[in-house]
């Protein structure tokens, strides 16, 4: 059932688009089956949750960590990390710089940006995010990469508004990367759209999907 997921969905992708597999709260038995169809992009948004299945799967697995990240659990995954998307704070990016560091590797990371109408702590706007880019702190870090943007739209059917609300993203992105990024070529990705709305995202330019559900069922 879930090789059959995912072949259906990456129908639906074209190749540069980036599928991670969202497989928070599933067992490590399902997670295999989508590896044996193939499938090395996984997220989860929980830091033990990611530590545990990192543990018993292959170690060719490429681990996205998609949900908040406290300062203090960085640590347990700053040694094989391969994508945080959440970064929306400088005190956040100074600690990843620094277990990036103690495990002499540069970590790659989106900011993450409040894009829906929902309340909800987390996430940059644009204000914010050139306040980090252009603080003295953030040129210090040496062992950080930032390598695009990533968010959330609100919930709702209502096609028009999640639109709008992945092109605000992409508005976001252009704007970082004319001011911040000009030069450097690996700010590139965009990373938006769910299972209900991933296709919306890919039409809005989104570089990399996380789709839970629609692989392995809901949860
Ligand atoms: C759970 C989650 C997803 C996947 O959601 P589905 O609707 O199951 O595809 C994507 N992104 C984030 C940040 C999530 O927490």
């Not at 697995?61 to 300062?71: A, S």
Request: charged share 25%.
């Amino acid at each position: 059932m879930i090789a059959q997921n995912l072949a259906r969905i990456k129908a639906t992708i074209p190749s540069q688009v980036c599928l991670v597999a969202v497989s928070k709260t599933k067992p490590v038995i399902d997670l295999e089956e989508a590896y044996d169809a193939g499938q090395r992009h996984f997220g989860e948004n929980k830091v033990q949750e990611l530590c545990d299945k990192y543990e018993v799967l292959p170690k060719d697995i490429c681990w996205h960590l998609i949900g908040h990240l406290q300062t203090n659990k960085v640590k347990y995954i700053a040694s094989f990390v391969h994508l945080i998307h959440s970064v929306d704070s400088l005190k956040l990016l100074a600690e990843i710089d620094k277990q990036a560091q103690k495990n002499k590797r540069v970590i790659d990371v989106l900011l993450q940006f409040h894009i829906a109408q929902e309340e909800t702590k987390f996430g940059l706007n644009l204000f914010e995010a050139n306040e980090l880019l252009f603080s003295s702190e953030f040129k210090s870090f040496k062992n950080i990469r930032v390598v695009g943007v990533m968010g959330m739209a609100s919930f709702t059917e209502d096609v028009s508004v999640v639109h709008a609300e992945f092109a605000s993203l992409k508005g976001i992105f252009q704007e970082l990367k004319n001011s911040f990024f000009k030069d450097d070529s690996s700010f590139k990705e965009i990373s938006m759209g769910m299972s209900g709305d991933y296709e919306l995202a890919i039409e809005e330019g989104s570089t990399i999907v996380r789709v839970g559900s629609s692989i392995f069922g809901g949860r």
